[in-house]
């Protein structure tokens, strides 16, 4: 049974930055692509941006490219989304998930990002 566990979020200013961390056990992560979701309470579910096994590809949604770099450390079982430039916007819990293919997809229970003056 995989499991993902979230960290880095945080109270943080306009402007800021933050790095979120996602620690993966349970299953052969390098096999799976990893992606980060966000979710505002009412509103459903959004992908932020998306990363291959290998790390070779990136995909981002609108309004975050630029500003949001995901990357993942295979060695480590470990997705990352560096957040530079934060917009109120931004505020919202970051999930991550992983899935494959061949055998399932999993979902972090995710962290509060929020974004104030």
């Known amino acids: 049974q995989g499991t993902l566990v979230e960290s880095g979020g945080a109270l943080v200013q306009p402007g800021g930055s933050l790095r979120l961390s996602c620690a993966a056990s349970?299953?052969?992560?390098?096999?799976?692509?990893m992606s980060w979701y966000r979710q505002v309470p009412g509103d459903q579910r959004g992908l932020v941006a998306s990363?291959?096994?290998?790390?070779?590809?990136?995909n981002y949604a609108g309004g975050v490219g630029g500003r949001f770099t995901i990357s993942r450390d295979n060695a480590k079982n470990t997705l990352y989304l560096q957040m530079d430039n934060l917009k109120l916007g931004d505020t919202a819990v970051y999930c991550c998930?992983?899935?494959?293919?061949?055998?399932?997809?999993?979902w972090g229970q995710g962290t509060q990002v929020t974004v104030s003056s």
């Open positions: 998930h992983a899935s494959c293919e061949a055998a399932g997809a999993y």
């Open positions: 349970g299953f052969p992560f390098i096999y799976y692509t």
């Open positions: 990363i291959t096994g290998s790390g070779s590809s990136t």
